[in-house]
């Protein structure tokens, strides 16, 4: 699909991190598109965040969600149409459900995924960006 048709950026867990904490990780390209298009994160995100920080990996700031927001990154929940894309994305090439389940958003809201994650990246989607570009 031409890029013209996707209606934004979708930011994977990691790239809300760089992002908020280390802004320099990300690649000229991407800050250049992150700039110029309506930018999302996904719920699942936030899920994500807020686990590793229970689990003491992540100190995660509960009001980050909150100033993305302020910051102009719209909040994109997982929803049925996310669901029915879910079972699209194979568990033995990405293990890890979360991932899936952002692929799966972006994939449901026709949106462009900015990661970094290298199991992503691997699955060569027109719709997956490496965000360190």
Do not use: C
């Not at 979708?10 to 690649?27: A, K, N, S, Y």
């Not at 910051?71 to 293990?95: C, E, H, M, W, Y």
């Amino acid at each position: 699909m031409a890029s013209w048709m996707y209606k934004g950026y979708l930011l994977d867990t990691q790239v809300l991190v760089w992002l908020e904490h280390f802004p320099e990780r990300i690649g000229k390209n991407s800050i250049h598109l992150i700039e110029r298009r309506q930018v999302y994160f996904s719920s699942i995100s936030v899920a994500e965040l807020s686990f590793k920080g229970s689990l003491g990996k992540y100190p995660f700031n509960p009001d980050s969600p909150r100033a993305w927001n302020e910051a102009g990154i719209k909040t994109l929940n997982f929803d049925t149409g996310a669901g029915f894309a879910f079972p699209r994305f194979s568990a033995s090439q990405v293990p890890d459900p979360m991932d899936r389940q952002i692929m799966a958003t972006a994939a449901a809201n026709n949106l462009i995924l900015l990661t970094s994650d290298r199991k992503i990246l691997a699955q060569n989607f027109d719709w997956v960006l490496d965000a360190t570009t």
